[in-house]
T-cell receptor, first 117, second 113 residues
Framework: DAGITQSPRHKVTETGTPVTLRCHQT?????MYWYRQDPGHGLRLIHY???????DKGEVSDGYSVSRSKTEDFLLTLESATSSQTSVYFC????????????????FGPGTRLLVL | GESVGLHLPTLSVQEGDNSIINCAYS??????FIWYKQESGKGPQFIID?????DKRQGQRVTVLLNKTVKHLSLQIAATQPGDSAVYFC????????????FGKGTLLTVNP
């Protein structure tokens, strides 16, 4: 299994509060990604990182920010949570490593279920 | 924008049969394709990949076929088992895109005992 963990695994919060999700990897992968998964929409890219302190927006970045201060950690922040951000959030990583897939292959964490009331 | 799509949202097969899951893509610049399996409550799991300079690639009980002429990708699972029940996604990468994936919405495979 890929060495990717996400915390928390489950979270319930109220509208208007800030929320930070953490992704931690032990694979020394250069690339990291945050997705959300919703019924009928599949996986959609929120933000991604192509190196420490190098990040860029994905297709659904509004209302989210990210930070990556070291290789192993990628943080996703919901600045002021809204009910539309209720979703399952997945982190993924890619890069040279020990897995059978190519360098481009993304490996996923177990996900965080977020409920915004 | 261009995206990867799936022909069948659901597929039901009998245990022991072979399964075929199809995927269409529209971006001719895509040069790498991946199939993922996602079980309920879990993250997507890598199954097999194929580059655009290949037509076929085999793994353990799985085969991926790529037809660039019609921009079609398929995943074949041999001797399907109950543990194969899951949602299967195809995904594509365009070279030089920081390895960003474009996903289809998925096909739900149900294996009946």
């Amino acid at each position: 299994d890929a060495g990717i963990t996400q915390s928390p695994r489950h979270k319930v919060t109220e509208t208007g509060t800030p929320v930070t999700l953490r992704c931690h990897q032990t694979e020394n992968h250069r690339y990291m990604y945050w997705y959300r998964q919703d019924p009928g929409h599949g996986l959609r890219l929120i933000h991604y990182s192509y190196g420490v302190k190098d990040t860029d927006k994905g297709e659904v970045s509004d209302g989210y920010s990210v930070s990556r201060s070291k290789t192993e950690d990628f943080l996703l922040t919901l600045e002021s949570a809204t009910s539309s951000q209720t979703s399952v959030y997945f982190c993924a990583t890619a890069g040279q490593g020990r897995f059978i897939g190519a360098e481009e292959t993304q490996y996923f964490g177990p996900g965080t279920r977020l409920l915004v009331l | 924008g261009e995206s990867v799509g799936l022909h069948l949202p659901t597929l039901s097969v009998q245990e022991g049969d072979n399964s075929i899951i199809n995927c269409a893509y529209s971006n001719s610049a895509s040069d790498y394709f991946i199939w993922y399996k996602q079980e309920s409550g879990k993250g997507p799991q890598f199954i097999i990949d194929i580059r655009s300079n290949m037509d076929k690639r085999q793994g353990q009980r799985v085969t991926v076929l790529l037809n660039k002429t019609v921009k079609h990708l398929s995943l074949q699972i041999a001797a399907t088992q109950p543990g194969d029940s899951a949602v299967y996604f195809c995904a594509e990468i365009v070279g030089g895109s920081n390895y960003k994936l474009t996903f289809g919405k998925g096909t739900l495979l149900t294996v009946n005992p």
